[in-house]
């Protein structure tokens, strides 16, 4: 593949990759009301070291991630399939990747690795002859690296390598659950690969593409499993070999297959969960929580008003600032066991379209009513749910007051 071909396929790759980023971007339009206001903040809470705005930026800085693995790769190139397959030219193979997610769809990798590759080319290819001679008419160098099969002779080639990757990725599950242990990966980028001298071969550098499909398990809130299946697409003269056997195919690629299992560790961050002690809502500096009621009539009654659990814009995440709500409701359900609660979602008509929104709406129900049964002990028989997308509006006075869950008494 020459220079012009290979930066033709590079360029593609890259249009893709802005293509589908831009797609998302045409479903959820930005908050730029929020974003243009948020200066109006520390001018009503005054400054303070403590006070940090939870806003996506500051959720989604220094997220960043490093992967070691352990694997295997195996070449397929001129006449190696007339001797063995792909499974039996696996040689050993070390990486270490480097990555840092830009929000929860789209991250960028850099990839160092070394490894081995075994493979068998025709003879008389490599030496360049018209005929396919015995071991005994090659150098004495060589003959020990050649083998006979079929009455073709074969000179087995094998090096050490070291590549770098750089490849823009996104995970295919946060497109659809955030919340997942599970992560699928797909990523693709350029490579070079420097081959080592051996065997009267001379060093070389290769240029390439790659393209890969990492599987991730979190096993902790900083550690996961790996395993990466990977494909890089190489000049030909990635194996020292240019050209193919005598009379056969004449591959213009070299192609190396590369399977990796290891660990992953996150750190700097979680472009998917809000983790910051102090965050606060925007909102909530506008909007009073109904304050808790007493009657005096006898015999005395707590009554507890509708609270209402604020969200950021496309986000379904409960945020630190929540849940103090939340815990306050379940200390009423506790006290009152014949009461049960009605949880109701919304979302903002403005920012995206219906069908998006109710599913938008559940998803924060059900991150409620999971808080409630998982964090503060409540029953499921006593949550009832409802999903009203953007249908109804909760406030007039401004749409991004409607990202929110309505929790309600409901009284036997």
């Not at 959720?59 to 499974?87: D, H, P």
């Not at 990757?165 to 599970?182: H, I, R, Y």
Request: proline residues 2%; aromatic residues 12%; hydrophobic residues 40%.
């Amino acid at each position: 593949m020459n220079n012009f071909s290979f930066f033709k396929t590079l360029l593609a790759a890259t249009a893709f990759i802005l293509v589908s980023s831009g797609a998302k971007a045409q479903v959820i339009k930005t908050d730029s009301i929020r974003e243009s206001r948020l200066g109006d903040l520390a001018a009503v809470l005054g400054k303070s070291d403590e006070l940090i705005v939870a806003d996506d930026a500051a959720l989604n800085e220094k997220s960043w991630f490093v992967s070691f693995g352990l694997g295997v790769n195996a070449i397929n190139a001129e006449g190696n399939n007339k001797v063995n397959n792909l499974f039996d030219r696996r040689r050993a193979r070390m990486q270490v990747t480097v990555g840092h997610w830009f929000n929860k769809y789209f991250g960028l990798r850099g990839e160092l690795g070394v490894g081995k590759v075994a493979g068998y080319y025709l003879a008389g290819a490599i030496y360049g002859k018209s005929l396919n001679l015995p071991p005994s008419a090659y150098p004495a160098g060589a003959s020990q690296y050649m083998i006979v099969k079929d009455g073709l002779t074969w000179f087995r080639r094998r090096f050490t390598y070291m590549d770098f990757k750089l490849a823009a990725t996104t995970d295919a599950v946060k497109w659809f659950n955030k919340d997942s242990k599970w992560g699928v990966q797909f990523y693709a980028g350029p490579s070079i690969i420097y081959s080592l001298k051996r065997q009267g071969f001379h060093h070389n550098v290769t240029f390439g593409l790659i393209t890969g499909t990492q599987i991730d398990y979190k096993i902790s809130k900083r550690w996961s499993i790996m395993g990466d299946l990977q494909a890089d697409f190489l000049n030909e003269s990635f194996d020292g070999v240019i050209g193919g056997e005598k009379g056969g195919s004449y591959k213009k690629l070299d192609f190396l297959a590369v399977a990796t299992v290891g660990l992953s560790y996150h750190f700097g961050g979680d472009p998917n969960k809000e983790n910051l002690e102090n965050s606060v809502l925007y909102e909530d500096t506008y909007i009073a929580q109904p304050k808790r009621l007493k009657e005096v009539k006898a015999p005395a009654k707590e009554v507890i008003a509708p609270f209402v659990v604020r969200f950021f814009i496309d986000k379904s995440y409960i945020e630190k600032s929540q849940k103090p709500l939340i815990k306050k409701f379940a200390e009423y359900l506790k006290n009152n066991k014949d009461a049960k609660v009605m949880l109701t979602g919304y979302a903002d008509k403005e920012t995206a379209y219906p069908e998006y929104n109710m599913r938008l709406s559940q998803k924060r129900v059900d991150s409620v009513k999971k808080y409630l049964i998982e964090e503060c002990g409540i029953a499921e028989n006593r949550i009832e749910t409802n999903a009203k997308g953007d249908t109804e509006r909760v406030y007039d006075e401004d749409f991004r007051w409607n990202r929110v869950v309505v929790m309600t008494i409901v009284e036997k």
